[in-house]
């Protein structure tokens, strides 16, 4: 297949990474930090593996992968016997020295997890070797009870400081965990979201509280002076521009982990001589960190960002026996064929997406009213020209949620961008909130990124006309399970609102029936004045 050509902006400056786990490991090939070489008898050696955002993408999938200076390109890549014998070989290269780490969002993202609330998702899981894992913000989608079920299905465990019980305020999980190689002691810290009752439906967590990270300090100098922690890791599920200032505010951590934003850090990001590292996603990828210890001191320390491309790397064929069984009740519904395709639908993209401008056209189309607007989701792997099935589904709207109509006026709308827009592009990365850019149908926005809060929007068309502040619009969004009545895709106090029998799922399959062929392409729908079309980091 001939790559895509699009324009990219890099997250850090970073050469291509060795193609195997075990290629020859040169400077141009991973990320180093040392000081002078250690060769005294007490040195020891350990490596960390890191996946995270895997979304329960079991099986093989196109990945687009980019690089600066280079083409993009469509392979096949992932899954989860694929990411199994990547940590096998890594770790038949270093028996006992390999500790393997999850950074969450791994039981929600497809059809398989969806129809069983995450069940089927755990054999393969329990499968790949992982030492522990922290919860990500899509680990409550069925609500608190399953997550506590699955965590006592699960082989390894799972930490964060930060998730309480609400009505006890006890930890739902051990704030840490400490593991021995050697003579050398690793504690590894987890945090997890905590802004997860906003930014997901609320009815989802209900019962359990999130704290911010005033308790992590202490915590650190726990691992170091309780725990004898000689190397403390923070494992988070924050973002990557979140966890970059966080880990500026921070002492007593020598690697940040970072995860949620699926962001591809080839090289190390540097904040106050600490290393911020994010994984990708979807299992399209894992991270290798080694670190070198010299009388339990750091002296050395290499970062790889390692693609497990289909041709690079095999899949195990025990995992994929697991996932075949672990699957087999849903593979009928999952592989029926609802539409096509004759170009490729993708959603890595901040501002507009090809993907998403189908989606919001279905939602528009389901309900007829005059604007329609899709999540931010940053999740879903390439569609490829053919068939779209049901399991597709469930990676485009990863949660089935019925749609909602309301009238809202321009002023309305005009304020839920600004809002938005300040969620993704805020300064302040602390500010950050949430998923990419909403997807309109029927509506076109032209703002500037690095502009003031509130000053963002340039200019608004709905149906080829300038928004008018005092006109009333109906808009289709997707409910979100807990809100108020009178609230639409975060909007307040909107109008006449309506819930539909209809679901996110169910707009699409009735608008890949009407129309023969699903492409889309970038229309510009929404236009950042001050960056290009395709914006791959928020970083």
Same mark, same amino acid.
């Given at each position: 297949?001939?790559?895509?050509t699009?324009?990219?902006?890099?997250i850090t400056?970073? &050469?291509?990474?060795? $193609?195997?786990?075990?290629?020859? @490991?040169t400077?141009?090939?991973?990320?180093t930090?040392?000081?002078?070489p250690?060769?005294?008898?007490?040195?020891?050696e350990?490596t960390?593996?890191f996946?995270?955002?895997?979304h329960?993408?079991?099986?093989?999938?196109p990945?687009?992968?980019?690089? %600066?200076?280079?083409?993009?390109?469509?392979?096949?890549?992932?899954g989860?016997?694929?990411? $199994?014998?990547?940590?096998?070989?890594?770790? $038949?290269?270093?028996?006992?020295r390999?500790?393997v780490?999850?950074?969450?969002?791994?039981?929600?993202g497809?059809?398989?997890?969806?129809?069983?609330e995450?069940?089927?998702i755990v054999?393969?899981?329990?499968?790949l070797?992982?030492d522990?894992?922290i919860?990500?913000?899509?680990?409550?989608? /069925?609500?608190p009870?399953v997550?506590?079920?699955?965590?006592?299905?699960?082989?390894?465990?799972?930490?964060a400081?930060?998730l309480?019980?609400?009505s006890?305020?006890?930890?739902?999980?051990p704030?840490?965990?400490?593991?021995?190689f050697?003579?050398? @002691?690793?504690g590894?810290?987890?945090?997890?979201?905590?802004?997860v009752p906003?930014?997901?439906?609320?009815a989802?967590?209900r019962?359990?509280?999130? +704290?911010?990270?005033?308790?992590?300090p202490?915590?650190?100098?726990?691992?170091?002076t309780?725990?004898g922690?000689?190397?403390?890791l923070?494992?988070s599920? =924050?973002?990557?521009?979140?966890a970059v +200032?966080?880990?500026?505010?921070?002492?007593?951590?020598d690697?940040?982990?970072s995860?949620?934003?699926?962001?591809?850090? /080839?090289a190390?990001?540097?904040?106050?001589?600490?290393?911020?590292?994010?994984p990708?996603?979807? #299992?399209?990828? =894992?991270?290798?960190?080694?670190?070198?210890?010299?009388? #339990?001191?750091?002296?050395?320390?290499r970062?790889e960002? =390692?693609e497990?491309?289909?041709?690079?790397f095999?899949e195990?064929?025990?995992?994929?026996?697991?996932?075949?069984?672990?699957?087999?009740?849903?593979?009928?519904?999952?592989?029926?064929?609802?539409?096509?395709?004759?170009g490729v639908?993708?959603?890595?993209?901040?501002? %507009?997406?090809?993907?998403?401008?189908l989606?919001?056209?279905?939602?528009?189309e389901?309900?007829?009213t005059?604007?329609?607007?899709?999540n931010?989701?940053?999740?879903?792997?390439?569609v490829?020209?053919g068939?779209i099935?049901?399991?597709?589904l469930?990676?485009?709207?990863p949660v089935?949620t019925?749609?909602?109509t309301?009238?809202?006026?321009?002023?309305?709308?005009?304020?839920?961008?600004?809002r938005?827009l300040?969620?993704?592009?805020?300064?302040n990365?602390?500010?950050?909130?949430?998923?990419?850019?909403?997807?309109p149908?029927?509506?076109?926005v032209?703002?500037k990124?690095?502009?003031?809060?509130?000053q963002r929007?340039?200019?608004i068309?709905?149906?080829?006309e300038?928004?008018?502040?005092?006109?009333?619009?109906?808009?289709t969004?997707?409910e979100?399970?807990?809100?108020?009545?009178?609230?639409?895709?975060?909007?307040?106090? &909107?109008r006449?609102?309506?819930?539909?029998?209809?679901?996110?799922h169910?707009?699409?399959r009735? /608008?890949?029936?009407?129309?023969?062929?699903?492409t889309?392409?970038?229309?510009a729908?929404?236009?950042?004045?001050?960056?290009?079309?395709?914006?791959?980091?928020q970083h």
């Open positions: 297949m001939k790559p895509l699009i324009s990219t902006t890099a400056a970073g &050469a291509l990474i060795a $193609a195997c786990s075990n290629a020859p @490991k400077p141009d090939a991973t990320a930090q040392a000081a002078e250690a060769t005294s008898q007490t040195t020891e350990l960390v593996l996946v995270a955002d895997l329960a993408q079991l099986y093989e999938h990945e687009l992968f980019w690089q %600066e200076g280079q083409e993009d390109r469509l392979e096949m890549a992932g989860f016997a694929r990411v $199994a014998a990547a940590i096998d070989a890594i770790k $038949a290269e270093r028996p006992g390999v500790l780490l999850d950074g969450g969002d791994t039981l929600q497809a059809g398989e997890a969806a129809l069983t995450g069940a089927a054999p393969a899981l329990n499968a070797g992982l522990a894992a919860p990500g913000n899509w680990e409550v989608a /069925y609500g009870e997550l506590k079920q699955r965590a006592t299905e699960l082989s390894f465990p799972l930490f400081a930060n309480r019980d609400e006890t305020g006890e930890r739902l999980f704030p840490y965990i400490v593991r021995d050697g003579d050398v @002691k690793v590894v810290l987890g945090y997890t979201d905590p802004d906003e930014r997901q439906p609320p989802y967590s019962g359990l509280s999130y +704290q911010g990270p005033d308790e992590l202490g915590l650190i100098d726990e691992l170091r309780e725990q922690a000689d190397i403390v923070l494992l599920h =924050i973002g990557l521009a979140k +200032q966080l880990t500026g505010e921070l002492e007593g951590i690697v940040h982990l995860s949620d934003t699926h962001e591809r850090t /080839y190390p990001i540097v904040q106050n001589d600490t290393w911020v590292v994010e990708g996603a979807f #299992g399209s990828f =894992i991270g290798r960190l080694d670190l070198t210890l010299d009388e #339990g001191k750091l002296v050395d320390k970062w960002l =390692i497990l491309s289909a041709d690079d095999p195990d064929p025990e995992v994929l026996a697991i996932i075949d069984a672990s699957t087999e009740a849903t593979r009928d519904e999952l592989s029926r064929v609802v539409g096509h395709t004759s639908l993708a959603r890595h993209n901040v501002i %507009e997406t090809t993907l998403d401008n989606l919001s056209d279905a939602l528009r389901a309900t007829g005059e604007i329609a607007l899709s931010g989701f940053r999740f879903g792997n390439p490829l020209p068939p099935v049901e399991g597709d469930w990676k485009f709207y089935v019925e749609l909602k309301g009238e809202v006026t321009g002023a309305q709308i005009r304020a839920f961008w600004e938005e300040e969620n993704v592009f805020a300064q990365p602390a500010d950050r909130f949430g998923g990419w850019i909403p997807r149908s029927n509506m076109h032209r703002f990124a690095d502009a003031p809060r509130g929007v340039q200019e068309r709905v149906g080829g300038l928004l008018d502040d005092e006109r009333v619009y109906t808009l969004a997707c979100r399970e807990g809100d108020h009545p009178d609230t639409l895709c975060r909007i307040p106090n &909107a006449n609102t309506r819930i539909h029998t209809l679901d996110a169910d707009a699409v009735r /608008y890949l029936q009407k129309h023969a062929d699903a889309r392409q970038l229309e729908r929404v236009v950042a004045d001050d960056r290009p079309q395709v914006l791959r980091s």
